[in-house]
């Protein structure tokens, strides 16, 4: 199929956007991020046209479906979402160094996707119980949710690395320097992770509102405490507490950068751990 083509293009766009990030902040060659941010434009697009054709050669098999109904067609989704929140912090804070930690996350998937066998990347017939718009809002609406909690946990990443490094050096009283000296100021880390969580956990809650109508169409209940409603409820709550703490009790910094980390491994595990692992009504699904 052509569309499998564009994301084996759109993959290594990722990889060597990746790796042109990662050569970024050693070599503090601006013309190398400049390449690596157009790179990850390029891929996007072609992510995007990728899907968008995926959906046309669904539709002259005769189902039509939007392409978000396995996990292959998830993975390339996943991706697609990580670099459109990336690529608009991008635009508003020019902290490239931020892509080396977010782009192995989209260029994972990609791989990961690109790796399966074709009858797991072909596109399938719906069972009845995925036969209904709301999938195609639930699926968009919680994977930019997902996407939005990785950029957070990559700043957040970055901005314990920095701290760390600050705080060793303002005690030692040498001046911090390095490759550090070319991540964005601990500021900016934090308040890329503050940013992208108020994107993401908007999203999810679309996500689950929809889910929530979505099983309602399908199997006649709201919800029914599946494992995968369960634990999107459990990320709902951490991200909502990272929220409440930062309004209420003023958490920047270290404490926030942890419970983002920690928000966005309990999201892996949701979708990953709660579709390979546990059994229940998502075990065919990719949200």
């Known amino acids: 199929m052509f569309s499998n083509q564009l994301f084996n293009y759109t993959a290594l766009a990722y990889f060597v956007a990746m790796i042109l990030f990662i050569a970024f902040i050693p070599t503090k060659n601006k013309t190398v ?28 098999a005769g189902m039509g479906h939007a392409p978000m109904t396995n996990l292959y067609e998830s993975f390339v989704f996943f991706a697609w979402s990580i670099l459109i929140i990336y690529l608009l912090m991008d635009v508003k804070y020019k902290a490239r160094a931020v892509g080396a930690f977010v782009l192995p996350v989209a260029v994972f998937f990609m791989a990961w996707g690109q790796m399966m066998p074709d009858h797991s990347r072909a596109i399938q017939p719906l069972v009845p119980a995925l036969q209904s718009n709301w999938l195609t809002y639930h ?18 990443i970055m901005y314990l690395i920095k701290i760390g490094r600050e705080e060793k050096s303002g005690a030692t009283n040498t001046p911090a320097g390095g490759m550090l000296a070319m991540f964005p100021s601990t500021k900016v880390l934090d308040d890329i992770n503050y940013k992208a969580i108020m994107i993401g956990w908007p999203m999810l809650t679309l996500g689950i509102v929809t889910g929530a109508a979505w099983a309602n169409y399908a199997w006649g209940t709201y919800w029914s405490w599946d494992p995968k409603e369960t634990w999107s409820l459990i990320i709902w709550f951490i991200y909502a507490a990272f929220l409440h703490a ?19 491994a309990a999201t892996l595990f949701c979708y990953l751990g709660v579709n390979l692992v546990l059994s229940g009504l998502h075990s065919y699904g990719g949200a």
């Open 139 to 156: 699926v968009i609406t919680c994977f930019i949710g997902y996407a939005g909690f990785a950029v957070a946990a990559g700043a957040s």
């Open 246 to 264: 930062r309004f209420t009790r003023g958490w920047v910094g270290r404490k926030a950068a942890w419970l983002s980390i920690i928000g966005f």
């Open 33 to 60: 991020a400049l390449v690596a941010t157009t790179i990850s434009w390029i891929g996007w697009v072609l992510n995007t046209l990728a899907i968008g054709w995926r959906w046309r050669e669904s539709a002259l």
